[in-house]
């Protein structure tokens, strides 16, 4: 789980850095996303490269938990850990979703007020 390998940013042929995460520090840009969203009055620009990537990460977790012992403590934990992850990424998603429900539904407003 600590290992380098989720990647942000655009590929480097079209002469873009690739940044390098560890899954903390992945799981760190997520929640701060979160928390940036969820305290904004505006709909912020989108993270797709993070959720991708800790859809990823989610997804490799899942593998592993499914891999290890059925009795072992570690099991227990990685999986509460992948459940706060999960909420995160879909407080976040809801978040987003309800800004730009929000924002159509404005929008609708002052069309048919136009007409």
């Given at each position: 789980?600590t290992e380098?390998l989720?990647h942000l ?5 079209a002469?873009s850095?690739e ?12 929640e ?7 305290f904004a009055?505006e ?6 490269e ?6 990823e990460?989610?997804d490799h977790?899942?593998?592993n938990?499914?891999?290890a012992?059925k009795?072992?403590?570690k099991?227990?934990?990685h999986?509460?850990?992948?459940e706060r992850?999960?909420?995160?990424l ?9 800004k730009v429900h ?8 002052d069309v048919v007020?136009c007409?």
């Amino acid at each position: 789980m600590t290992e380098e390998l989720d990647h942000l940013g655009q590929d480097s042929d079209a002469g873009s850095e690739e940044m390098v995460l560890t899954p903390a520090e992945l799981i760190a840009r997520l929640e701060q996303a979160w928390m940036n969203e969820k305290f904004a009055p505006e709909l912020l620009e989108s993270k797709s490269e993070i959720i991708e990537c800790v859809i990823e990460q989610l997804d490799h977790m899942e593998e592993n938990v499914r891999r290890a012992k059925k009795g072992d403590l570690k099991v227990s934990i990685h999986r509460m850990e992948m459940e706060r992850i999960r909420y995160v990424l879909n407080s976040y998603l809801r978040c987003r979703l309800l800004k730009v429900h929000s924002l159509f539904t404005r929008f609708h407003k002052d069309v048919v007020t136009c007409l």
